[in-house]
């Protein structure tokens, strides 16, 4: 079936440093990326959606200065944490929507804590 | 417009009972509706997924769902719980609007005892 990796799974930082998180699908062609965060014991939110080779559409209230999201190519996406501090510690999950076949397959997470 | 709810926000079952997960959606479009599976720290895994063909969808490990129009829900059922189950339930929709986007309820939490 469809896989989408995620990198890393789980990644510290110091206050004030960047992180990329990446979101490849290995088998099939990823029209359209979306990003969530998910705090503990809640449900997924979405950040942002991105089309391959367009620019992120950001939910409102997600600082699109803050949150980089790159989809240069049909396989891979990339959020950038910029500048990250504590209260941007959680769980950020990319799903990969295949138009072809109505699919969205989630990557496996990565747990970001800033300290 | 689309939305979910989903009615419990923790079930908890024995080992061998019946599980019913209860989900409510509200939709502007023919939606899509899925459920996923999320283990602890851990990505969305698919268990089943509707898109306006049978109305008793069979998914994987033993679940299914029930697509009601008339009731505007999609639950989730499986006849015998097994201590693998425990985990976070999510159900989703997606309109056919044209953006793809997910609503995802707010979860139901499973606890299987032993």
């Known amino acids: 079936g469809a896989v989408v990796s995620q990198h890393p799974s789980w990644v510290i930082c110091k206050s004030g440093t960047s992180v990329k998180i990446e979101c490849r699908s290995l088998d099939f062609q990823a029209t359209t990326m979306f990003w969530y965060r998910q705090f503990p014991k809640q449900s997924l939110m979405l950040m942002a959606t991105s089309n391959e080779g367009s620019k992120a559409t950001y939910e409102q209230g997600v600082e699109k200065d803050k949150f980089l999201i790159n989809h240069a190519s049909l396989t891979l996406s990339t959020l950038t944490v910029t500048s990250a501090h504590p209260e941007d510690s959680s769980f950020y999950i990319c799903?990969?929507?295949?138009?072809?076949?109505?699919?969205?397959?989630f990557g496996s997470g990565t747990r970001l804590t800033v300290v | 417009a689309q939305s979910v709810t989903q009615l419990d926000s923790h079930v908890s079952v024995s080992e061998g009972t019946p599980v019913l997960l209860r989900c409510n959606y509200s939709?502007?479009?023919?939606?899509?509706l899925f459920w996923y599976v999320q283990h602890p720290n851990k990505g969305l895994q698919l268990l089943l997924k509707?898109?306006?063909?049978?109305?008793l969808v069979k998914g994987i490990n033993g679940f299914e769902a029930e697509f009601k129009k008339s009731e505007t829900s999609f639950h989730l059922t499986k006849p015998s719980a097994h201590m693998s189950d425990a985990a976070e339930y999510f159900c989703?929709?997606?309109?056919?609007?044209?953006?793809?986007?997910?609503?995802f309820g707010a979860g139901t939490t499973v606890t299987v005892r032993a």
């Open positions: 509707y898109t306006s063909a049978a109305t």
């Open positions: 939709s502007s479009y023919s939606p899509s």
């Open positions: 799903s990969a929507h295949d138009r072809g076949t109505y699919g969205y397959t």
């Open positions: 989703v929709v997606s309109d056919s609007g044209g953006d793809y986007k997910l609503s």
